[in-house]
Structure formats: C-alpha cells, structure tokens
C-alpha cells in the first residue's frame, strides 16, 4: 500500500491538513478509525488517485452542490496516518493523528 516518497507523503500531509477529516467512525458497536477527505467536482480526479494508490472508498452527496469524498478506514488508515505523521504542519490535525495512533 504504502510505498510513497517523501514528497507525495508531504503533499498528503497537506492533502489532509487542508481538506481532510481525521477521526473515528462509529459502526454499530464497534468504533474505527477514519481519514475523509471531500471536493468538488473539477477536482474528483484527485480522490480516483487516492483510491488507487491508498485503497479506501468514494462516496458521492448531492448536498451543498455536489461533492465526492475518499474514505479509508480501519488498520490501512493507521499505517497511513503513521506515515504522514512527520509531514503535517497542522497542530490540531497532528493531535487528531496521535489521538487515533495511540
């Protein structure tokens, strides 16, 4: 999954810092871990991207005019949380990431 460089785990980083979600996701009785990330359309090509190197899911709304959201959850999401970890520069976001990697 995870063979990226360090110039596509900083603009991840970015990605996330900037667009995405980091949390946790409850399920039934079960809670798992959760990075979404959602964009309009002239960007949908980004999330394809993400899906394919990452895995994860694309979900669509038509609500607030029409958005996309990649979705990666569960173990996938730790090991790449971990990975970006170093590389993001938001302090509330790098709090999220420890919370969830603890």
Not at 44 to 57: A, T
Request: proline content about 3%; hydrophobic content about 35%; charged content about 30%.
């Amino acid at each position: 999954m995870l063979r990226l460089t360090k110039s596509q785990l900083t603009y991840l980083a970015g990605l996330i810092d900037g667009r995405g979600t980091v949390g946790k996701v409850k399920v039934g009785i079960y809670t798992y871990p959760v990075v979404r990330m959602s964009v309009t359309e002239p960007r949908w090509n980004l999330l394809d991207k993400l899906k394919e190197q990452l895995g994860g899911s694309i979900s669509a709304r038509d609500t607030e005019g029409y958005r996309r959201y990649w979705q990666l959850q569960g173990k996938r999401v730790l090991v790449f949380l971990a990975k970006i970890q170093p590389y993001v520069k938001s302090d509330k976001r790098k709090q999220e990431i420890k919370e969830l990697l603890k």
